[in-house]
């Protein structure tokens, strides 16, 4: 098919798929702890159903310790020198959070009209991540379950609570085996603009917990003497930055960001800043989300104000995350956030500092064919010239994949958008850029091939 043929045949495709997104939307499908396993049973196989009448054949679930599901299936390549591609994505989403705050139910898809950017669908995991399983699935039947490419599908249902996925894809290859990936887990930058993610920032987090007293003691009698374990947990948090917001751990990585990046504008209305506040630091946007490390107090342990005595604090704790940059190993960063943290003794107190968990980022290759074919794709879809644009949330899953499949290209692309609400009331995707995803995720398969078959030949 040209393009044209495609688009037709996209746009033919669109209520149904419009449809599929809402059936699996609907599906209250939440893996965390205290959420009922039928919900991911039930989204599980009405999933399978919809990627059986896609033509997805050999579906199978793979098993994994205290994991939902992975539905797992192919398709085989139409010739035996085409290239296969596997496709990810996650069917588990979000909890709801406060319901109150959400204009319709969170798990009644709800069409509406979005002021700024046309028809839209509201509901919790609408676009984080069943969008993208539609997008597979409008993909596939564009060509009647036949793409020109070999499929492989890897779809989890454990993705927002983590799973032991994230590490088997490296203890069992073969599984894993293509030359392209799709990771459907992300989108663009700002609706309309075509989008490819090509790094992620890694992640760590770090404890730091401060005793001076054994317990409470009345701050008029003991107040200016006594050494205050809230204080000292303060002063040694407050040296984490500069006075201009900048992290000022040394040992950690910090580069210029070269691709696309928001604007202030676009940035604070997407991070909610208060009108008269500055945002930190210095540099340009893309330097201080995506390629320089970032520092937040994530939790405190500490008196409530409400309910708070007049007494010296005898025990504080504070839970730091320390994102960082997508080519740094995360231990690296996180010792060096240690590093600084056990020398400083503020007020002559030592503290007591414990590594948490650790994540490494990712950094994609971008000069194969699969990347000039996506190129090309996203450009058909949307009219302009793609992105490159990176995230600081990080997808661990990716690196396991890249430690499975070293030679395969990793896109990351999908139906959300920097504004869709993901994770917040409200969730939302656009139906423009649904459409334009599953053309372009078709497109790619149709340009991956050809372009595939000439380096073949």
Known sequence: MDIAQLTARVDTLMPQVADDLKRLAAIPSIAFPGYPKEKIAECHDLLVGLLRDAGVQDLRDLELPDTSPIITGHIPPPTPDAPTVLLYGHYDVQPPGDEKAWTSPPFTPTEYTDPEHGPAIRGRGIADDKANLAVHLGALRAFDGRPPVGIRIILEGQEEYGSVLDDYPAQNPAAFACDAMVVADMGNIRPGTPT?????????????????????RHSGLYGGAAPDALLTLIAALATLHDDKGDVA?????????????????????????????????????????????????????????????????????????????????????????????ERLNPFGVELTVTPQDAGPGFAAATGGPAYQAAAEALKAAWGPDPVQAASGGAIPLVNGLAKAVPNAEILLFGAEDAACRLHGPNERVLLSELRNSVLAEAAFFQAYAAGHAKLSS
């Open 249 to 341: 751990v040394a040992g950690l990585r910090r580069e210029p960001w070269a691709g696309t990046a928001y604007t202030e504008e676009e940035f604070r209305s997407l991070a909610t800043v208060e009108p008269d506040v500055p945002l930190l630091g210095t540099g340009g946007l893309g330097e201080r989300l995506w390629s320089g490390p970032a520092i937040t107090v994530v939790g405190l342990d500490a008196p409530a104000v409400d309910t708070a005595a007049l007494a010296v604090v005898p025990y504080a704790r504070a839970l730091i995350n320390l994102r960082i940059h997508p080519r740094q190993d995360p231990r690296e960063a996180q010792q060096a956030l240690i590093t600084h943290l």
């Open 196 to 216: 490819l993610t090509t790094a992620l920032r890694g992640d760590a987090e770090v404890e730091v917990e401060v005793r001076t007293l054994k317990e409470a």
